[in-house]
């Protein structure tokens, strides 16, 4: 899987005379042999060295692409100098992570979450719960902190994947006249089970709970709790299982 974090890691993709479908953009041979591997392409850049820079995205991740001059062949990977900068990081966040983030951050403000701390928090973070996974809980009470002294809302955006209860508990949750309260009680209790899951989920919920799952798998998440935050530059992270406690302030900030 290519990921952001490479580092000078780049991948060459030698042009093999691939003639593709209309595209939405006449990309040069080895771009669009990349769209066909999955790669979207969002735009051009100028690069150093008589390369083009193209930016992209895969696995919900930026990526940058080099063609050559002769435009015969694409390099997949960060452009470093030689003091070790990369020099992909700004047109990245220019072309792809700020666009991308404001896409998601829109995407999760629409689905069905649950509150979890004061509107007024000046940090908002969503976090996939499912009401039977215990590294939710743990996330629940490791955020206690900052969520009790109002610097961070977490919003649960409510699954149902892990067992034949979790849709009950979820629907519980989410028809509760006071889902925040029933949230917190869920999660002080969870040990012992937490909410009682109902016997029937109307079709109301059970869209809400297709809908949420169809955007977690959409967002590339696997697995309970995943969390979107943004950092300080104000780009989208992502953050899969509990935080260990050292990554639990940058996620949250400072307490």
């Known amino acids: 899987m290519l990921k952001k974090s490479l580092a000078a890691f780049a991948v060459l993709f030698t042009w ?17 042999a990349l769209e066909a591997q ?22 919900q991740q930026p990526l940058s692409i080099y063609l050559t001059a002769d435009g015969k062949q694409a390099i997949v990977g960060p452009m470093m100098d030689a003091k070790g900068a990369n020099l992909s990081q700004e047109p990245l966040d220019k072309l792809v992570s700020k666009p991308m983030t404001g896409k998601i951050w829109k995407q999760l403000e629409s689905s069905t ?4 701390g004061s509107k007024t928090a000046p940090r908002v973070i969503y976090t996939f719960t499912d009401p039977n996974c215990p590294y939710c809980n743990k996330f629940w009470n ?15 955006v409510i699954v149902a994947i892990l067992r034949d209860t979790s849709a009950g508990k979820a ?21 012992s089970g937490g909410v009682k899951p109902l016997g029937q989920v109307s079709e109301k919920i059970r869209a809400q709970l297709d809908a949420n799952y169809k955007l977690m798998q959409q967002l590339g998440a696997s697995a309970t709790p995943t969390i979107f935050y943004k950092e300080a530059s104000g780009n989208l992270q ?9 990554m639990l302030v940058k996620i949250m900030g400072p307490r």
């Open 38 to 59: 999955g790669v979207e392409v969002i735009g051009t850049f100028a690069a150093p060295g008589g390369l083009t820079g193209y930016a992209g995205i895969v696995d």
């Open 16 to 32: 093999l005379g691939l003639t593709l479908a209309a595209q939405a953009k006449d990309w040069p041979a080895p771009i669009k």
């Open 113 to 116: 979450w649950i509150a979890d």
């Open 142 to 156: 490791d955020a206690r902190p900052w969520v009790s002294a109002g610097k961070v809302q977490l919003r649960h």
């Open 238 to 246: 992502k953050m899969q299982g509990a935080p260990p406690p050292e």
């Open 171 to 191: 629907a519980a949750l989410l028809s509760a006249q006071d889902a925040q309260a029933a949230l917190t009680q869920h999660e002080q209790q969870h040990a």
